[in-house]
């Protein structure tokens, strides 16, 4: 018998042991923090103190599908829109410091646990075509892949171009550092998310957005 999944109580008052007399937790060293990858000095850098559980999850934008906004008549932004099917939309962050950074997401309301196994096969094939493409850019190393979810309830995948060599860039660490980088040219990421769309429509069919052409 294995028991019963740990409460989050029991989870927050393990974490709160390990605290000091300020309630912040250490930096661990030997994990990241020791990577030559990661972007902070360690002489002053130290953990907040943890806070108190709050009392529920907050509700997220989108929670009722009638006030997430797929349910209000679809408005194309053509400097972020990269391609589109029937079923999904893959838009351009245009605020970032990285060679690209997009967004794809399901054209209907749905998160990521109450996709249907159709779509969700359909994502799988989405996302390797890409990140194959992102990771052709001559000005991209890797692609990384991110699903967080908490501010929204619509699925949305977080795709991020880090930088061809920049050694300090890879990794966890990227979107610590992106902050920190100069804003890339509205041209240049134009350029970038033209080469993916032409990929994508190659592959998978499809529509390119005009990119604001």
């Known amino acids: 018998m294995t028991g019963d999944p740990e409460s989050i109580e029991d989870y927050y008052a393990r974490i709160l042991a390990a605290t000091d007399d300020e309630g912040r937790l250490p930096v661990a060293v030997e994990e990241m923090p020791g990577w030559d990858i990661f972007p902070?000095?360690?002489?002053?850098?130290?953990?907040?103190?943890?806070?108190?559980?709050?009392?529920?999850?907050?509700p997220r934008s989108g929670e009722d599908p009638a006030e997430c906004w797929c349910a209000e008549p679809v408005t194309v932004d053509v400097e972020r829109r990269v391609w589109t099917n029937d079923r999904w939309k893959l838009d351009l962050a245009i605020d970032t410091g990285l060679p690209i950074t997009m967004l794809l997401g399901t054209r209907e309301h749905y998160d990521l646990p109450t996709l249907p196994a159709e779509l969700a096969a359909e994502m799988g094939?989405?996302?390797?075509?890409?990140?194959?493409?992102?990771?052709?850019?001559?000005?991209v190393g890797r692609s990384q892949l991110a699903k967080y979810g908490d501010g929204g309830a619509?699925?949305?995948?977080?795709?991020?171009?880090?930088?061809?060599?920049?050694?300090?860039l890879r990794g966890s660490p990227?979107?610590?550092?992106?902050?920190?980088?100069?804003?890339?040219?509205?041209?240049?990421l134009h350029a970038n998310a033209r080469s993916v769309a032409?990929?994508?429509?190659?592959?998978?069919?499809?529509?390119?957005?005009?990119l604001g052409v």
């Open 40 to 58: 902070y000095e360690l002489d002053s850098l130290r953990l907040k103190p943890i806070r108190p559980l709050a009392a529920d999850e907050p």
């Open 125 to 139: 094939r989405l996302i390797t075509v890409i990140s194959a493409a992102v990771e052709a850019l001559p000005s």
């Open 154 to 168: 619509h699925l949305h995948l977080f795709f991020f171009g880090r930088p061809a060599r920049i050694l300090q």
């Open 174 to 188: 990227l979107l610590d550092w992106e902050e920190n980088l100069p804003r890339m040219p509205l041209e240049s």
């Open 198 to 210: 032409d990929r994508l429509v190659g592959v998978l069919g499809g529509a390119a957005g005009e």
